[in-house]
T-cell receptor, first 114, second 115 residues
Framework: SQQGEEDPQALSIQEGENATMNCSYKTSINNLQWYRQNSGRGLVHLILIRSNEREKHSGRLRVTLDTSKKSSSLLITASRAADTASYFCATDAEGDFGNEKLTFGTGTRLTIIP | EAQVTQNPRYLITVTGKKLTVTCSQNMNHEYMSWYRQDPGLGLRQIYYSMNVEVTDKGDVPEGYKVSRKEKRNFPLILESPSPNQTSLYFC??????????????FGPGTRLTVT
């Protein structure tokens, strides 16, 4: 089953606007990661936030984590055409020897309109 | 250059014909993993390996095999491919297990079609 679910599934905004996408998950985690995927290509790591952190910034990216609600949000400020991509959240999940699995959500498809 | 490589990048095959997709990383990573990506389902983990000779099932292991005889290589084997294994496959590696807060490095993907 999917540990992470992103919302919305698709988002279109004008260049320069901010984009916000959300991720919900089901079980306790050690960390949550966000990845970007350009069409049909490999995923690229964007940012990681640990379970004891509430907010993290990296350039134009801002990630929040609310462990009580089991949710995270990714904010991209001042969007650019190059931000057009799919965005996935990923959470570590428990296996036989600890949290060695990684579970991805279904993704948000972001389109930036020039 | 630090990277994860996969071969082949594209493959069309027929039902039942055994195939292997290779994966190699040059970062001395302990953790390696295979995912499949299907429309509307996101990425699902097939198998992962914590280190040499240590492998375990992910969420969708049926119909796949893996081996980890060397640290850098983690091949994915389809003994008898079926059409429902048509998908986009990604190999990934990280310094250690996801629970230790390590980012994954992804290969470019292998698009497999089974007819």
């Amino acid at each position: 089953s999917q540990q992470g679910e992103e919302d919305p599934q698709a988002l279109s905004i004008q260049e320069g606007e901010n984009a916000t996408m959300n991720c919900s998950y089901k079980t306790s985690i050690n960390n949550l990661q966000w990845y970007r995927q350009n069409s049909g290509r490999g995923l690229v790591h964007l940012i990681l936030i640990r379970s004891n952190e509430r907010e993290k910034h990296s350039g134009r990216l801002r990630v929040t984590l609310d462990t009580s609600k089991k949710s995270s949000s990714l904010l991209i400020t001042a969007s650019r055409a190059a931000d057009t991509a799919s965005y996935f959240c990923a959470t570590d999940a428990e296996g036989d020897f600890g949290n060695e699995k990684l579970t991805f959500g279904t993704g948000t498809r972001l389109t930036i309109i020039p | 250059e630090a990277q994860v490589t996969q071969n082949p990048r594209y493959l069309i095959t027929v039902t039942g014909k055994k195939l292997t997709v290779t994966c190699s990383q040059n970062m001395n990573h302990e953790y390696m993993s295979w995912y499949r990506q299907d429309p509307g389902l996101g990425l699902r983990q097939i198998y992962y390996s914590m280190n040499v000779e240590v492998t375990d099932k992910g969420d969708v292991p049926e119909g796949y095999k893996v081996s980890r005889k060397e640290k850098r290589n983690f091949p994915l084997i389809l003994e008898s491919p079926s059409p429902n294994q048509t998908s986009l496959y990604f190999c990934a590696s990280s310094l250690s297990r996801p629970g230790g807060s390590y980012e994954q490095y992804f290969g470019p993907g292998t698009r497999l079609t089974v007819t």
